[in-house]
């Protein structure tokens, strides 16, 4: 089959990351980001474009430098399931950590989420990228990378195995025969591992797709590890053509290794095209965009967040970048070693460092329609990524790409006219994911 282009769509309601005016645009409601009608217009937008998914993000930790859209926003798993009532179609990928959930309570929440949608759920695998999180759950610090992503692989592992708990004949329901359930298809996980002891089994049937779809996004090695052995998608951090099409090299290479097929694990890039009626218009926009939100002190109090969210104002900005890479380890370890990394190699001040991780680097995806079209298809075709994660200001945004970009990509094949499939994984091309019971029972049976 000819590779298709994935497309999915994430919401970011009044403003994300670098974001923080977007609130004042008159075409969005001041409430955007906690009005369910608003996502579910969203949702039917993306659909009618025939998108595979939805794409939730989420954290649990703020301060009041925060953007907008963290500072007042829904519980992903409760949004997705109104979303699910109101479409048919598009996938529901939700964002929950794997280090302040336990398995049970998320295997029964995406599984009912699976159920509500008639198979569209997916499951972004996080570890948490906000230290603060930990006091939030009784916890003192955030988790070192080590327990971290060993409780995510555990944890993932668990949710599967619960997920597994029915074989997919388990309920009969024969009235003639008084049969309800076949007990014999019914299991125990009884599982006790180095992070959890969980007995199940878990009181809900598999869908129509057998299990949601895994997704991750973490780049660090523990990540891509993390990654290779469970995820059918990824979530890809940017960069450059160059660096993006290394990490799906390596992303695809690790998953082989791991005795996958790389074919199964489907590289999504985030990206926020900028379109205009000329490329000069759309650069200018972008520009513009830039420009609104070019605020120092703003960007110095995102930078912290990295950095197990680090008071950096307590710093001479024209002083040396102080030394804050042991912090990373809490946070995030692969953004903040690369900041302190360049920050020591060029000598760069604070002040000089924040300004270097924040110039101005429009998307490759910025221009008029027909050359939007062509970027994505060649950086497609040339393997940075298998589908992209979508990213509009707003509403009015996400139309114009629907309207003046997806029927240019269509006309070339390489998105689809209609849905495949019902479920998520039948639109994404991976297979439903076999019952382990049933599979062992057949082993036997042979
Ligand atoms: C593209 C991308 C998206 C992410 N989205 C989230 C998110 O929505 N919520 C969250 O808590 N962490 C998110 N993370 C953070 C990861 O879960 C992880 O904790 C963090 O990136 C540090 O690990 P790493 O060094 O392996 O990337 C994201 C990471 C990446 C790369």
Redesign the pocket.
């Known amino acids: 089959m000819t590779r298709q282009l994935k497309l999915a769509l994430r919401v970011y309601g009044v403003g994300g990351p670098g974001q923080h005016g977007l609130w004042k645009d008159p075409r969005l409601p001041k409430n955007a980001s906690i009005d369910i009608d608003w996502y579910i217009a969203q949702a039917k937008t993306a659909e009618a474009a025939k998108f595979d998914a939805l794409f939730i ?3 649990q930790f703020i301060d009041a430098t925060y953007p907008p859209h963290y500072l007042n926003r829904l519980e992903p798993l409760t949004l997705l399931s109104a979303v699910a009532t109101h479409t048919e179609h598009i996938g529901l990928v939700g ?1 929950l ?1 794997s280090t302040y959930n336990s398995p049970f309570n998320l295997a029964r929440r995406f599984a009912s989420l699976d159920h509500i949608s008639h198979g569209r759920a997916g499951w ?1 695998v ?5 230290a603060g999180t930990s006091k939030n759950y009784g916890l003192d610090e955030h988790l070192d990378y080590a327990t ?1 992503y060993g409780r995510a692989l555990e944890h993932v592992r668990v949710v599967q195995g619960l997920w597994d708990s029915y074989e997919d004949d388990a309920f009969p329901a024969d009235v003639e025969r008084d049969v309800f359930l076949d007990p014999a298809k019914l299991h125990a996980l009884d599982h006790e591992g180095e992070h959890f002891k969980v007995a199940g089994p878990l009181n809900l049937s598999r869908s129509p797709q057998g299990q949601p779809v895994i997704f991750q ?4 090695d ?2 891509r590890n993390l990654a290779a052995q469970v995820a059918e998608g990824i ?3 940017g960069g450059s053509l160059s660096e993006t099409q290394a990490y799906y090299a390596d992303m695809k290479a690790r998953t082989a290794a791991a005795g996958r097929n790389p074919d199964h694990v489907l590289i999504f890039l ?1 990206a926020a095209p900028v379109l205009g009626g000329t490329d000069d218009a759309a650069r200018s926009t972008a520009r513009d965009i830039y420009e609104a939100d070019n605020d120092f002190d703003r960007k110095l109090a995102a930078f912290g967040r990295a950095f197990s969210a680090y008071d950096f104002t307590q710093h001479d900005p024209d002083a040396p970048f102080p030394d804050v890479a042991a912090r990373a380890e809490r946070g ?4 903040g070693l690369d900041v302190v990394r360049r920050a020591r190699a060029e000598g760069l001040t604070l002040r000089e460092t924040v300004l270097a991780f924040s110039r101005f680097t429009p998307s490759p995806f910025t221009g008029a329609p027909p050359t939007v079209a062509d970027a994505i298809e060649s950086q497609f075709r040339e393997r940075a990524f298998d589908g992209l994660n979508l990213g509009f200001r707003t509403p009015d945004d996400l139309q114009r790409f629907v309207a003046d970009v997806v029927p240019i990509l269509r006309d070339r094949g390489l998105v689809r006219r209609e849905y495949d499939a019902d479920t998520l994984r039948g639109n994404l091309g991976l297979p439903i994911p076999a019952n382990r019971w049933t599979v062992q029972r057949e082993l036997v049976d042979a």
């Not at 996080?126 to 906000?130: I, R």
């Not at 996004?217 to 660090?220: E, F, P």
């Open positions: 993000v989420d954290s964002t950590s972004n996080v570890t948490s990228l906000d971290r996004a973490g780049v660090s523990e990540g979530y890809a951090p985030g995030s370890r692969t953004r």
